[in-house]
């Protein structure tokens, strides 16, 4: 890291005022729409359900001849949010989220952008792959009813369960089989919905691979796959790194598919909803606000890594 | 607006609510239905005076904005209903609908709430009692039973009314098809238990139980379950267990969850057992008894199942090919309470003449029956008799709801803190296998913490 | 044979593209099919259904069960005329016929000889009710435009729009004649709304945030990382939680209603990401290509709109396909700031679907949103060609 350091870019040379002149309009815009709410919410997190008082005041009262109920203080509202039972599924389906969407958008989302650059329909294939992203969640929740829906005997309307009792086999209730399979269903609606995205990003950075420098390889005898790991793959990394960044992000907030979806199974919940049923259910700010915090504490480290790559992309330019 | 111009309305405003206490209760013929000559700003003497101002409440002409949790074709009804009273007194009504409840807290907390709000339930009164305007001086609760009354209550202040309610505690069936079979309507526990059996032994499945209902999921069974208890144990059983002042580990609470298993995650009772309850939606479910040949003979839902089941089957006549007969009761101690929900209103703007009038048109004796006659729902209000329904099955379901022992409300409409979404997925969690003994230990936690807020 | 060879070699490769993007479209082609169907089939059968010829239903257990007696037309015997209408209207369900046959005829002689089963039963009613004309509904078309009618002028209604105006009932607010299209329920004004909704706030978040970026990646400032990290920090603050801190501002001053309001709304919510895009873009451009602009006496201002904003056209435009698109299919943020009164697509979508009703509506309502964005995709696709840096990158 020590090399890296204090190797400022000679093109970095202005004014004092002209990099505030360039952030200013999106600096002050931020500070307002989303400084202003994250610091509001830091504040809530530590205050009781209508924010009236500290959140020490909601710890239960030791009860006489039992053992004194867990109180974390002034920190009541996040021992609620990082203990509660309802909230411990919610991690574990976040992460499940996590490692099945995130590789799951972005692996496809390259595969897709790489082989369709070989091909003349292009356009067309990508349109194909992008189309869910122009579908609202309400309307992507119609479309997965038709594939999912689940009929005990009798012709079977969902598209999957008529694939597998033509089959021969008995239909499964897909969105209410815990704990996998729901949340793995919807899982998939997620990625069917997000694999446009990351394609897209990808195949701008593809596109911005000089030709000449895969061709160059090609005639010097690498195959495709030394090409796409070697050369591919090094090129546009910083690019993958934000597109796997985007959809952490993405995927730790995601709450529209299961909201819509989920038929308010338990055991789908994840933890945008669970704080969405807080704040608007429950009219608990302060857990709710504990939760929001707790959602981007989790995103620090994300945020860490990429300082890291901007460090080292700066120095190697 | 000057000054004066709010003293005017201000004096119009009582004058209209005095007229409204007093007047006789009018019949719809002899409601006028030219506009008003009198505009607002008349002078006060003439514009008590007409009796055009009684039939527009003390309030001509403005806008009152509006959310409640009506869209779609019931949009359209609930606008068509108002239509005749906001066309005579030129009121123009801004209405948004919808369900998300994020809506109306961000409204309502973030000062600019509508001038009327309909709440999806009487359970969130508690919560927004602070922004809202007692109504007790505004409409004329004489027209509504105490319980009504109290049901709109926040420590002891009406906040709430109720235009429309439903009532919950009916099982749809085909009368041919029950002919046919030579099935009789069940009257007692008892006989509906030996005719499920008869509808095993013939071959047949006997309830269509869905819930499913997107994130609200669970509903329909914490009704069933609403209904079991009533009739093991007593409208007011279930009023003290509304009020937490019973506990969910009651073995009587446990009972009904298993009495309601045993039909609704049945394979033999229930159309697709458990699996089949939860994945099929509530409308989906009302179809079964009604197709041929039918896939089951009994569906549990509340008096607007009669509108969905008309639009499937186009074909079929209300009252004769679908109708409804009460839940049986299970002892005669208890008999057949009816179950019933309704939407609540509340009033955030008491400075808007015209949304006071519109509210006091809502519930008053005439607005109940443009309500009856729409066939659309039921009016609470005292007023409105079985015989202002024009669609017969909304007449039978008043004329049930009057007859029935006790009327208790959706219990979980009325739980506060959000617990009603605990307990739809405690249900949903018990039809899928979970233990129901730490589902009911859980919802006591759940119930404590709502309960002491 | 080179060119088979090399058609053969690249199969596989159209193959699993091919074979992906069948996977991804049959979801929505299911809801295409189904957006076609007239609504009582939707619930009734899988979209598939509608594809495969409607079997002429009951005709085969008629002739085995009443053909012999009833003749093949059904006019075998004259009081018991199977084809008039009269005589079958009465029979709305199977299972009163079955209460019939079960009844011994005047002789004494049973009416059948085998109960057919209750589904036959069924069959054979339809089938009666076709030839007797009593039901036309089993012939209703497989395909129908009525729910892409109903969605554009927003009737949400139980027959359909077209229906109604047939039948001479229509609601109040629709006359019939095409001026349903301009009714505030209808999909024509709020994909106005949507548009003077989404331009607005696609433009201004891309254009703050290629200022910032270049900033971030171009200038030297302090706290330049600390922001950087705290951007991408601020990408998962939840829009949920921020509803009410800003709507409580937006009510005093008076931006609540108003598209300033969302604009600004979609605005400060796009920005993280987008400048944390476009910097990471920008941020990759090859150094030389500066210092040179620099050298040749090119300001920072020059650089950023001759070198930057060209450079980076691949990134603004994909960054400007999902600004739009998120705005395009925002619901929440439309919902609590414009409100009904002006009305955005998702906005009406969500109000034709009433509590129990209005599923076939959204199906239409779906593919009808659905339309621009898709043009927007194909439109910007072109700013996706090779070779924008080709002839400028060291080495």
């Not at chain 2, 409204?107 to 709440?119: F, H, K, T």
């Not at chain 2, 309500?371 to 202002?388: E, F, H, I, K, R």
């Amino acid at each position: 890291m020590a090399k890296i350091k204090g190797q400022t870019p000679a093109i970095m040379k202005q004014a004092k005022y002209a990099p505030w002149l360039y952030l200013a309009p999106a600096l002050l815009i931020m500070l307002f729409f989303v400084v202003y709410p994250t610091l509001n919410t830091v504040y809530l997190s530590f205050k009781n359900a209508d924010s009236t008082q500290s959140a020490a005041t909601t710890c239960q009262q030791p009860q006489p001849g039992e053992p004194e109920p867990p109180c974390w203080g002034i920190f009541e509202n996040y021992r609620h949010a990082l203990t509660d039972e309802t909230m411990l599924l919610a991690f574990r389906n976040n992460l499940l989220w996590i490692i099945l969407m995130v590789t799951g958008t972005t692996g496809l989302g390259l595969l897709i952008a790489v082989l369709v650059d070989r091909v003349k329909y292009e356009p067309l294939a990508k349109a194909v792959i992008f189309m869910p992203m122009a579908i609202s969640f309400v309307g992507a929740g119609v479309i997965w009813e038709y594939v999912y829906h689940y009929q005990a005997q009798g012709d079977q309307i969902g598209l999957l369960n008529a694939i597998v009792t033509a089959l021969g086999f008995a239909p499964v209730p897909w969105l209410t089989t815990g704990p996998w399979i729901n949340n793995i269903a919807l899982i998939i609606v997620g990625v069917w919905m997000w694999t446009g995205f990351c394609m897209t990003i990808l195949s701008a950075a593809l596109k911005s691979v000089p030709a000449e420098l895969l061709e160059a390889a090609r005639v010097d005898g690498a195959s495709e796959w030394v090409v796409f790991w070697k050369i591919l793959v090094p090129i546009i990394s910083p690019t993958i790194a934000v597109v796997l960044t985007t959809m952490t992000v993405n995927v730790l907030k995601i709450f529209d598919i299961v909201y819509v979806m989920g038929k308010g199974q338990p055991d789908t919940q994840v933890i945008a909803t669970r704080m969405y049923i807080e704040q608007f259910n429950k009219f608990n700010s302060g857990v709710s606000s504990a939760i929001a915090v707790i959602l981007i504490l989790a995103v620090l480290p994300i945020g860490y890594i990429n300082i890291r790559r901007f460090r080292i992309q700066e120095a190697m330019r | 607006m000057s000054r004066m111009r709010w003293i005017l309305i201000a004096i119009l405003v009582v004058a209209g609510m005095l007229l409204a206490a007093c007047k006789p209760a009018p019949t719809p013929t002899a409601a006028p239905t030219e506009k008003p000559t009198a505009p607002p700003e008349a002078p006060t003497e003439e514009a008590t005076a007409p009796s055009e101002a009684a039939g527009c409440m003390g309030g001509e002409g403005g806008t009152v904005s509006m959310i409640g949790v009506w869209s779609g074709d019931e949009e359209g009804t609930f606008k068509s209903i108002l239509q005749p009273f906001l066309d005579r007194c030129d009121i123009t009504l801004e209405y948004e609908g919808t369900r998300d409840l994020a809506v109306y807290s961000t409204r309502i907390e973030g000062g600019n709430p509508p001038d009327i709000v309909g709440l999806p339930n009487p359970g969130l009164l508690a919560q927004f009692k602070d922004y809202m305007v007692p109504l007790d001086d505004i409409i004329d609760l004489s027209q509504y039973s105490p319980a009504w009354q109290s049901l709109g209550s926040v420590d002891g202040t009406v906040y709430g009314a109720f235009f429309k309610a439903d009532t919950k505690s009916l099982v749809w069936y085909s009368p041919p098809v029950f002919e046919a079979m030579g099935y009789s309507v069940p009257t007692t526990w008892d006989e509906m238990t030996s005719l499920m059996d008869q509808i095993v032994a013939d071959g047949g499945v006997p309830w269509s139980c869905g819930i499913g209902s997107g994130d609200a999921t669970g509903w329909v069974a914490t009704d069933w379950i609403q209904d079991i208890l009533l009739r093991t144990q007593g409208a007011d059983f279930v009023e003290r267990w509304a009020r937490h002042e019973v506990p969910w580990t009651d073995p009587a609470i446990k009972e009904a969850f298993q009495t309601y298993y045993d039909i609704c995650a049945s394979d033999t009772y229930a159309l697709g057992g458990a699996q089949g309850t939860l994945n099929t939606s509530f409308q989906e479910s009302l179809y079964p008894p009604f197709q041929d040949p039918p896939q089951a003979y009994m569906v549990r839902q509340a008096s607007f199942a009669g509108g969905i089941i008309g639009e499937q089957f186009p074909d079929l006549v209300a009252g004769e090919d679908y109708t409804f007969f009460m839940f049986p009761a299970f002892n005669d101690e208890y008999g057949a309470p009816m179950q019933g929900g309704a939407d609540v209103m509340a009033l955030f703007n008491a400075d808007n003449p015209a949304a006071v009038a519109l509210l006091n048109y809502m519930f008053s004796a005439e607005g109940g029956r443009a309500l009856a006659a729409s066939g659309w729902g039921l009016s609470p209000n005292n007023n409105v008799t079985a015989d202002d329904y024009t669609s017969p099955l909304q007449g039978r379901a008043a004329a049930l709801m009057n007859e029935a022992p006790a009327f208790s409300f959706d219990a979980d409409d009325r739980f506060p803190g959000g617990l009603n979404v605990d307990y739809w997925q405690a249900v949903v969690d018990y039809l899928n296998g979970g233990d129901l003994d730490t589902i009911l230990e859980r919802m006591e936690a759940k119930a404590n913490e709502a309960y002491s807020k | 044979m080179n060119k088979l060879q090399s058609i053969l070699r690249r199969l596989p490769l159209h193959l699993v593209i091919i074979f992906l993007c069948i996977i991804w479209i049959t979801p929505t082609v299911g809801l295409l099919v189904a957006s076609v169907r007239p609504r009582q089939d939707v619930a009734e059968s899988g979209w598939w259904m509608a594809f495969v010829p409607r079997r002429a239903v009951g005709q085969e257990e008629y002739r085995q069960y009443c053909a012999s007696c009833h003749g093949k037309d059904g006019t075998a015997i004259a009081e018991a005329d199977l084809s008039a209408a009269a005589n079958i209207e009465q029979y709305r369900r199977s299972i009163a016929l079955t209460a019939v046959l079960r009844r011994p005829l005047r002789d004494g002689s049973p009416h059948v000889e085998e109960m057919p089963d209750p589904q036959q039963m069924a069959d054979i009613l339809t089938y009666l009710r076709q030839l007797s004309g009593v039901e036309t509904a089993a012939t209703r078309p497989r395909f129908t435009i009525s729910n892409y009618v109903d969605a554009m002028v927003g009737y949400a209604g139980r027959e359909s729009y077209i229906e109604s105006c047939v039948n001479g009932d229509p609601a109040a607010d629709n006359a019939c004649i095409g001026t349903g299209l301009t009714s505030e329920r209808g999909m024509a004004k709020a994909f106005v709304n949507s548009l003077w909704v989404a331009i607005p706030s696609t433009i201004l978040p891309i254009l703050f945030a290629s200022f910032a970026a270049y900033a971030f990646s171009w200038l030297e400032f302090r706290g330049r990382q600390l922001m950087f990290v705290i951007l991408v920090a601020l990408q998962i603050v939840p829009l949920q939680m921020t509803l009410i801190p800003i709507y409580r501002i937006y009510a005093k001053v008076g931006l609540t209603g108003t598209f300033l309001g969302v604009w600004l709304f979609h605005t400060g919510f796009g920005l993280p990401y987008a400048i944390y895009l476009t910097r990471n873009f920008l941020g990759s451009l090859p150094k030389d290509l500066f210092e040179s602009a620099y050298l040749d006496g090119a300001s920072h201002w020059t650089a950023f709109y001759k070198l930057a904003i060209p450079l980076s056209t691949p990134a603004l435009a994909s960054l400007a396909i999902f600004q739009f698109l998120w705005v395009w299919n925002d619901l929440l943020v439309a919902l609590v700031f414009l409100g009904g009164q002006t009305p955005v697509l998702t906005w009406q979508i969500s109000n034709l679907v009433g509590r129990f009703t209005g599923m076939h509506l959204l199906t239409a309502a779906a593919f009808i949103s659905m339309i621009l964005p898709m043009i927007v995709f194909f439109a910007m696709q072109r700013f996706f060609v090779r070779g924008l840096l080709a002839g400028s990158v060291k080495g």
